[in-house]
Structure formats: structure tokens, C-alpha cells
């Protein structure tokens, strides 16, 4: 895999890669060649056999699709709900908690930044407690910590964002999974940023639901995600509060009746182009080899890191002891939206983060935001210095 030859072939597989240097994978990742085909074939059945007579001739490619997904995160095809993207899939998970007031969420000061919001709203709708486990010095969720807050505030449900979308640590999830399953707690991992640079073992992590998208570094399209379920959450009366046709039977004019899968958790209509597409990108980062793929990414994220923390003008934000391909930076006298813009000029892809992305986060930081850079095992060491000579361009611009 570290090979040059199959970087090269990996990247063949990427148009995207002859147009850009792309570095914004925890944005959205380039599509391999097998993504866009499946896509691409589906809205052609579509557009020329008809929408659900399309859907009807690929049942085995969608089953297949439930397959591949299933078992790149270790579960089983029933344990596994599409959706549209990661939001709905953790909110589809957090709408069948039956929350009462002074119930308590547990959460970190690292979960993503909508995922607060919706612990907020829930806040002030049903007068729920939100409480966030402090950071250890070095980063990341302290996981004694969480212990202590499991036994003293008996939570209703745990949150754990694997990788939060603003900084490159990534959290113990499995940790956390243990002191939930002694506890008997429900437990919900966000696992956006992380599906597609590591290794995922949903019964391994231990958690009820996993949340995650398609398009970020697993490398599938826009628009598209999913929500695996455990089987102790089907085995019991947990349902999305808005479930439909597609999660359950209208059987009586006063009654429904639920699935008992996780199909439970989807709604009715979908792309299955993009379903199809998810399938293919499961299976692709499947053959790539997810070990393989943890060792390069973070690899060459440190690298970058390595190289930006040597800069005058430049302050890395990411703090853990465990460090992935999320580089974030602080450049004095830029705001970050401008150098991504500065960086496009280049066609250097990266992403900008402001203050309300990770509010607890960049406060802690004394920043405002950060400029975002997120390698992926396709870049290659090369791309990884050309956005570093640029960085240091245009840091030489404002002194
Ligand atoms: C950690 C994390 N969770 C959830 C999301 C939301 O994903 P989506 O936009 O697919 O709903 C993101 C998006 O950036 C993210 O970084």
C-alpha cells in the first residue's frame, strides 16, 4: 500500500486527483472510479426503465450494498439503516430516546457541533440536562472522568463523537463503550469523520448506534449516510419519534407495527444511486485495506503537522496523544476563509472553520477558527509539500 506504484494506480482510479490537489477530505473525499460508475449506472436505469422499476431490477446490488457496509464496520445487514446523511442518522438514533426532564445526556467537549445544538434543543423542549466531560491536559475526552460522571449523574444516553470535525484527535470510543455497557447505558457514537480512515468494529467499540456519512473519507457521494443499530436496541421498543411507512406497518386505523431490523430507522424514499454508490465505496476501502489506510493517512497528517509546526506565524490547533489526518492550523493575519480561498487560486483544496464550528474548542484555543487540511491515502507526499511551500507563502505575505 505505502508503495508508490499502488499510490499511483489508487490514484488513476481518482479523476479527481489530475484537477486538484485534495486536501479537503474531512470536507468531501475525491470518488473513486467504482463510486461514480455505480452512480452513474443507476440514474441511467433510471432514466431509462423508470425510477422504481430501476430500484426493483438492482434488489440483489442494493442488498449487496447493506452487505458491504455491515461488514466493514462489523455488524450484520440488519443492524444497518441508510440515510441521508450523518445528521439524519443521529437524529433519527437521538429522536427514540424516550427523554424525561433532568434526564441526563453525557457527553465531550469534542462532539460535533450540530449534534450540541440538537442536545440543546432538547434542553429546552423537554428540560433534558447536558453534561460534557472534561478534556485530559493533552486532548481528547478524559475517559476517568466520564467514568466518574457515568456513576454520579446516571446518564440517559452517552455521546461520543469519534473524530470531531474541527480538530485531528481522535477520541477513545471504546473506552467510553466499556463504561456504557457495565453501566447498561444507551450509547451513541458519531463516527462521521472516522468511517474511512480506520478501522471501525461497531460490537468492538461497543456502542447502541453509529452514525456516520458517506461522502467524507470512505469516499462514497454527497447526500448519502448511515446509522448501524445494535441488536439490543432492536430487540427493544426504541423507534425514531417520526418512524413512517418504510420503519413500520399502518396495521389498524389506532396502530402500527415496527420492523424489527434497523430498517426501522430509515424513511421511505431514497437515492439508490446513492445507496449503490455507498455499497461500491464500502467495498473499495475495504480492498484498500483500512489498516493500511489508518497507517498512511495519519502518516501523512503528521507529516504536515510536522512541517507547519516548524512555521513562524502558524500555530497547530490539534491536541491528543491519538492524532489523525485532520490538520488544523491557526496562520497569523489570515482569516482561514481567505487562505482556502488563496489555496483554491492554487488548486489546493482545504477547508475553513470558524468559531461556531467547535465553539468550546477554538475558545479554549484562543482562535477564531482554523484553516483545515485533511489528507487522504491517495495524496502523496509531493502534494503534501506543495501546501506546505504555499502556507508559507502566504504567511510571508503578512509580515
Ligand atoms: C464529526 C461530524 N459529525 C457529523 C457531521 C455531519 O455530517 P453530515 O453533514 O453528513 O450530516 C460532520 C460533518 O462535517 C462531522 O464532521
Known amino acids: 500500500m505505502n508503495e508508490e506504484m499502488e499510490i499511483e494506480r489508487l490514484r488513476l482510479e481518482t479523476p479527481g486527483c489530475s484537477e486538484r490537489i485534495h486536501l479537503n477530505n474531512a470536507g468531501a473525499a475525491l470518488m473513486p472510479k467504482p463510486v461514480i460508475d455505480a452512480i452513474k449506472d443507476q440514474l441511467d436505469l433510471e432514466s431509462s426503465i423508470g425510477g422504481y422499476e430501476a430500484a426493483a431490477e438492482r434488489e440483489q446490488e442494493i442488498k449487496a450494498a447493506y452487505d458491504a457496509v455491515a461488514s466493514l464496520v462489523g455488524t450484520n445487514s440488519r443492524n444497518v439503516a441508510f440515510t441521508e446523511n450523518a445528521t439524519i442518522s443521529y437524529i433519527q438514533a437521538l429522536s427514540s430516546i424516550r427523554f424525561e426532564t433532568d434526564d441526563v445526556i453525557l457527553t465531550t467537549r ?190 501523512l497528517g503528521k507529516t504536515l503537522r510536522g512541517r507547519l509546526e516548524g512555521l513562524d506565524g502558524v500555530r497547530v490547533l490539534d491536541r491528543g496523544s491519538d492524532l489523525c489526518a485532520i490538520v488544523t492550523v491557526w496562520v497569523d493575519g489570515w482569516e482561514p476563509i481567505q487562505l482556502v480561498q488563496e489555496l483554491r487560486k492554487r488548486k489546493i483544496n482545504t477547508s475553513a472553520q470558524v468559531r461556531s464550528d467547535a465553539v468550546l474548542h477554538y475558545d479554549e484555543r484562543g482562535a477564531t477558527g482554523a484553516l483545515r487540511i485533511s489528507p487522504h491515502y491517495y495524496n502523496t507526499e509531493e502534494e503534501i509539500e506543495t501546501v506546505f511551500e504555499a502556507v508559507t507563502e502566504l504567511v510571508a505575505l503578512k509580515k
Open 110 to 299: 469534542n462532539d460535533y457541533v450540530s449534534n450540541q445544538i440538537q442536545f440543546l434543543s432538547l434542553q429546552a423542549r423537554f428540560g433534558v440536562k447536558v453534561v460534557r466531560a472534561p478534556d485530559l491536559a493533552e486532548g481528547g475526552v478524559d475517559v476517568a472522568a466520564m467514568s466518574d460522571l457515568i456513576d454520579g449523574e446516571r446518564p440517559k444516553l452517552v455521546c461520543v463523537t469519534h473524530v470531531p470535525t474541527s480538530s485531528g484527535v481522535t477520541q477513545d470510543v471504546t473506552a467510553v463503550g466499556e463504561l456504557c455497557r457495565a453501566a447498561e447505558i444507551i450509547y451513541l457514537v458519531d463516527g462521521c469523520q472516522s468511517l474511512g480512515q480506520m478501522p471501525i468494529d461497531v460490537e468492538k467499540i461497543g456502542c447502541d448506534f453509529f452514525s456516520a456519512t458517506s461522502r467524507k473519507f470512505l469516499r462514497g457521494p454527497r447526500g448519502a449516510g448511515f446509522l448501524c443499530v445494535s441488536d439490543g436496541v432492536l430487540e427493544s421498543d426504541l423507534e425514531p419519534l417520526f418512524i413512517d411507512m418504510r420503519g413500520a406497518d399502518w396495521v389498524g386505523g389506532e396502530r402500527y407495527e415496527r420492523r424489527g431490523d434497523a430498517r426501522r430507522f430509515e424513511s421511505w424514499e431514497f437515492a439508490w444511486s446513492l445507496v449503490l454508490g455507498t455499497g461500491a465505496a464500502a467495498r473499495y476501502a475495504a480492498s484498500v485495506g483500512l489498516d493500511q489506510i489508518e497507517t498512511r493517512v495519519s502518516d
